[in-house]
């Protein structure tokens, strides 16, 4: 048994999702006791228990599969590539689903933020975002997926279009502090993003975000060649994934904030119908 790996892994998740030792416990139904000497190494818990462990604490299936190999038993869940047949339905049903919500925006991302797939409303959303800068390239049918971090953080990105970073900002730092926490591999761009806000705003973001909400919903404002456009995201995962390819993916939708940005958008929808 790798028992610092594991132990390492133990306490983030348990960490992330802010729970003591004396609720996982009770939630597994062992004793506290148990619960501290498996965490520090000094008890090895059975396949069955650690499984139950790391659901308890929504750990994601990529630590999960870690953990195991870290105590020794063999990982639980797969990884399929997304071309193989065995995610055929799933894969349709992403396409469905941002087939639908045209001309709205809609992509695909996976845990790292990489932009996975995306519908005819997100491609323009994104032209419109790149449009006049030479740091990111525009996304088109040729072109191949961008990471939408990199997008953001790089100089002329995606940022410079947002008028509210202000508000957008520490909350969106906040969010990938929490998910470099769970996933190690994405800490490297969620610094650019903490940079970048950093240098946007003149000053650090605190760990400790203030929630005074003027809208029921967070609404990003962009500054586009369309005018001043607000939008608000809701995010769609799949149901109790058991593969870790799928359970790495979301589906971010953008809806009108407000009725101007509504009528501009629907009319350039109209308009780019018209011209192709």
Not at 73 to 83: G, I, K, M, N, V
Request: glycine share 6%.
């Amino acid at each position: 048994m790798n028992a610092p790996a594991l132990v390492e892994i133990l306490r983030s998740a348990r960490a992330n999702r802010r729970v003591s030792q004396l609720e996982l416990a009770m939630s597994l139904g062992v004793s506290q006791r148990h619960v501290s000497f498996v965490e520090s190494g000094r008890a090895k818990p059975s396949r069955q228990l650690l499984l139950a462990w790391l659901r308890e604490l929504e750990t994601p299936l990529e630590q999960c599969n870690a953990a195991l190999l870290a105590a020794g038993y063999a990982p639980a869940y797969s990884r399929a590539d997304l071309s193989e047949a065995a995610l055929v339905p799933a894969i349709a049903a992403l396409r469905l689903l941002l087939a639908a919500h045209d001309p709205w925006p809609a992509f695909v991302l996976d845990a790292h933020w990489n932009l996975i797939d995306l519908n005819s409303g997100a491609r323009r959303f994104a032209s419109l975002l790149t449009l006049g800068s030479t740091a990111i390239p525009g996304i088109g049918p040729e072109r191949a997926p961008i990471n939408m971090l990199d997008a953001l953080a790089a100089p002329g990105g995606f940022a410079r279009r947002i008028t509210n970073l202000n508000e957008l900002g520490p909350a969106l730092v906040a969010r990938l502090r929490r998910e470099a926490r769970a996933i190690p591999g994405l800490a490297q761009r969620a610094q650019l993003v903490e940079d970048m806000v950093t240098a946007a705003l003149g000053s650090a973001p605190s760990h400790e975000v203030e929630q005074s909400p003027r809208e029921p919903l967070f609404t990003t404002r962009f500054d586009t060649p369309l005018g001043a456009l607000a939008f608000f995201s809701m995010f769609t995962t799949f149901g109790t994934p058991q593969d870790i390819t799928l359970a790495s993916l979301r589906v971010e939708l953008l809806f009108a904030a407000d009725a101007a940005t509504s009528e501009i958008w629907q009319k350039s929808a109209a308009e780019a119908r018209v011209f192709n």
